[in-house]
DNA sequence: GTATGTTCTAAATGATTGTTTGAAATTTAA
DNA sequence: TTAAATTTCAAACAATCATTTAGAACATAC
């Protein structure tokens, strides 16, 4: 057995128990056991608790945000004129997607660490998240305000957040809102049926009137 | 000082700080000596933590279903046709305002509370809200499901939860949203601004076309 | 093969958790 | 006022938590 297997072992074991229970409610000896390492493993290859959660965050959004860089600095290069709200949408969730592939990771489980993150707004973890990829969220918030120049900024600062919840929120719970859907209407969707309908959605969502 | 003093005390200091904090990240000595009463009065009064988080999720979803239901019988005995999608969607909300300002609260309290609810999958809360206002949630369903009578129902639900995405997580983070707005625009927006963008947002994101 | 550095392991540490206890204080009722 | 019931209180309880420790096991390099 080698060093990185116990680190990948425990960083796949703690990645589902977190996503699935949180953080708090997730002991490190729950984590050890469920990746079949002695509980010390945790404190001599990352330190603390605290940095191991760090630590499963990056792994997820370090890669996406490579992927989303890349694809802006792709279509920029590309095409020289103006990107449309819908592309931009588009390019956001295939830079996740591929990203997730890349780490073999699941989108559920991401979206649910996303949504972790945020419900504790004390957290330590929101300080790390913007360190960490404040700059990738910047470029990309520029490039979309840039494609809706007659709303007021303010406005779409509320509308982006609007988007955020939309999609973490339903993305981390797609298990269990599937499990309702199979139950009340007997067919549920796959994960990009989902986003399918999502991207539509988040686009009137931006555009926000009533009709 | 009466009994009642202290279920109000602790339940006053629990809803501010399972807010902040989350539940298993505050322990009953926190909220206890917030609420400056002895450390044994909860399970005194409520039995067990569990039972206070119960009872305090109650204290917000109950009247909120009240609200609602007593609103949905008052528009529909009413007028006779149907109502509009932007009409219920006005209904939700002013039922969610009008049920806080009875019990005197606070909608950031209620948002970060619902969230917290949904963030663990897990847990036991899901299960309580669902027995809850499981019957008014339905009710109010039925009823905007017939305002999109075009509309798939699979698809119909996913934007349901994209809505409720969207409400929850932008007004539980709108203290700390409003934060950045006021260092980056040096103006911030008030709860009821926020809602007014919000409605028809959603509206656009129930009909999800792109343009 | 020996030496050196790394990784693993079982055990213990000290702090914190929710909960219980039994007596004191207080309120209620007669 | 007296008796009963309710509520408060300080203290202790057992369980669990993250973290530390020191020696065993292992790998690597000379």
């Excluded at 996406?64 to 969730?93: M, P, R, T, W, Y």
Aim: net charge negative.
């Amino acid at each position: 057995m080698k060093q990185s297997d116990t680190i990948e072992k425990i960083l796949n074991a703690a990645s589902e128990l977190f996503a699935e229970r949180g953080y708090s409610e997730t002991s490190l000896r729950t984590i050890t056991s469920a990746a079949d390492v002695n509980l010390a493993a945790v404190n001599y290859h990352f330190g603390s608790k605290r940095a191991l959660i760090k630590a499963v965050f990056s792994r997820y959004i370090g890669p996406f945000c490579v992927c989303l860089n890349d694809s802006l600095d792709a279509h920029q290069s590309k095409s020289g004129d103006e990107l449309s709200v819908d592309s931009l949408i588009n390019i956001l969730f295939s830079s996740l997607f591929e990203s997730l592939k890349i780490s073999n990771a699941n989108p559920e489980q991401f979206m649910r660490l996303l949504g972790l993150a945020y419900a504790q707004s004390q957290g330590f973890l929101r300080h790390s998240m913007i360190e960490e990829y404040g700059a990738t969220y910047s470029r990309y918030m520029v490039l979309l305000k840039e494609t809706m120049p007659n709303v007021d900024p303010v406005d779409f600062y509320w509308r982006l957040f609007f988007m955020m919840g939309a999609t973490i929120f339903s993305l981390s719970s797609y298990e269990s809102i599937n499990g309702i859907l199979k139950a009340d209407f007997g067919r549920d969707s796959s994960m990009s049926e989902v986003v399918d309908l999502l991207i539509p959605s988040i686009s009137g969502l931006l555009h926000g009137t009533s009709r």
